[in-house]
């Protein structure tokens, strides 16, 4: 089955700096690569996405880069802010079951 | 309005009891998934549905029983709790290259 790897588990970052979060994943079938937020008490939300097709995109503060031959997708965030704290999750998308990492823990400090 | 609910939100129950989380989702989603979320374990797979009557196992299914006799409906089921089966569930629902929605967990302790 599909395997999933998060980089780091933890990352603190003051407020206004950038923070990286790496994916591997091992299924060459994959085509759609989001990631997610969990807030305290709530489920994971998608905040962004991309396909197969593209190499990164854009939402504001928010960018995820896609390197399909190397098999990893970055989520990078931009002049951080307070309530980017949260735990953040990849989920690679391809032909096996829905596989996440183990999510990191992202510490924003003002 | 369109969603994705689970319930009951807070669950506590004794070891040997069956307890059974529900799932409902308003937008006839093909997919629909069990995760359970545990420190240091991130989102683990239990079982998942990719249609009505079709159910299949995921990483960690042992103890755990689902059924999907409706599309909107994926029920989970402890058979016999456990202790090792306290944790938070989440439920989601997706089709083909979209992403998941999540329900907002259903947070179950075993005694």
């Known amino acids: 089955g599909e395997n999933v790897e998060q980089h780091p588990s933890t990352l603190s970052v003051q407020e206004g700096d950038s923070a990286v979060i790496k994916c591997t994943y091992s299924?060459?079938?994959?085509?759609?690569f989001p990631w997610y937020k969990q807030e305290l008490g709530k489920g994971p939300q998608l905040i962004i996405d991309?396909?197969?097709?593209?190499g990164e995109k854009k939402d504001q503060r928010i960018a995820v880069t896609l390197n399909k031959t190397a098999k990893h997708f970055s989520l990078h965030i931009t002049e951080t802010q307070p309530e980017d704290s949260a735990v953040y999750f990849c989920g690679p998308q391809g032909n096996t079951p829905l596989v996440f990492g183990k999510g990191t823990r992202l510490s924003v400090i003002a | 309005d369109a969603g994705i609910t689970q319930s009951p939100r807070y669950k506590i129950t004794e070891t040997g009891r069956q307890v059974t989380l529900m799932c409902h989702q308003t937008w006839s989603h093909s997919y629909m998934f069990w995760y359970r979320q545990d420190l240091g374990h991130g989102l683990r797979l239990i079982y998942y549905?990719?249609?009505?009557?079709?159910?299949d196992k995921g990483e960690v299914p042992d103890g755990y029983v689902v059924s999907r006799s409706k599309t909107e409906n994926f029920p989970l089921t402890l058979e016999s709790a456990t202790r090792s089966q306290t944790s938070v569930y989440f439920c989601a629902s997706t089709e083909v290259g979209s992403p998941l929605h999540f329900g907002n967990g259903t947070r179950l302790t075993v005694t």
């Open positions: 991309i396909r197969s097709n593209v």
């Open positions: 299924d060459s079938a994959s085509n759609y």
């Open positions: 549905s990719a249609a009505a009557d079709i159910t």
